[in-house]
């Protein structure tokens, strides 16, 4: 499994709303800087966020689109960096909103396992207002 197949997984996780699959590319010991609510997640309080997230969606779904962004890789280690975005969906699949997030990923290969052991999300801070930049221009 390499990077690529992790983000198509993390977007078919995230579609289908299956915490457990989304769940099963992070490291037990992943660290999450999250833009959202709170500092840092490990893995416990990142499972919560995740199934409260999912369970707050009802009948809408979420579908995610990656940036080419910057791939960094070594043999044991490899780091993504570039821009999701995420756009809620109805339940006939229109659009109803979307965020953008500036993101990084550092994935560890570890005997061919590849976990997320690194995630850090995040929105620039408009200077005059001191609110999030959910889109970029």
Not at 15 to 21: L, T
Not at 93 to 103: A, G
Request: contains cysteine.
């Amino acid at each position: 499994m390499s990077y690529k197949t992790i983000l198509k997984q993390y977007a078919t996780a995230v579609y289908n709303k299956d915490a457990e699959g989304l769940l099963s590319l992070y490291d037990s010991n992943v660290c999450v800087y999250d833009t959202w609510n709170e500092w840092r997640y490990d893995i416990g309080g990142f499972r919560n966020m995740v199934t409260g997230w999912f369970d707050s969606l009802g009948g809408e779904k979420v579908r995610v689109e990656f940036t080419q962004g910057y791939t960094f890789e070594s043999q044991d280690q490899t780091v993504w960096v570039g821009e999701l975005k995420f756009y809620g969906l109805s339940e006939e699949d229109e659009v109803l909103r979307s965020i953008s997030n500036r993101w990084t990923w550092v994935i560890k290969n570890s005997n061919g396992m590849f976990k997320i052991v690194h995630e850090h999300s995040s929105l620039p801070i408009n200077i005059e207002n001191f609110s999030g930049i959910m889109k970029k221009d």
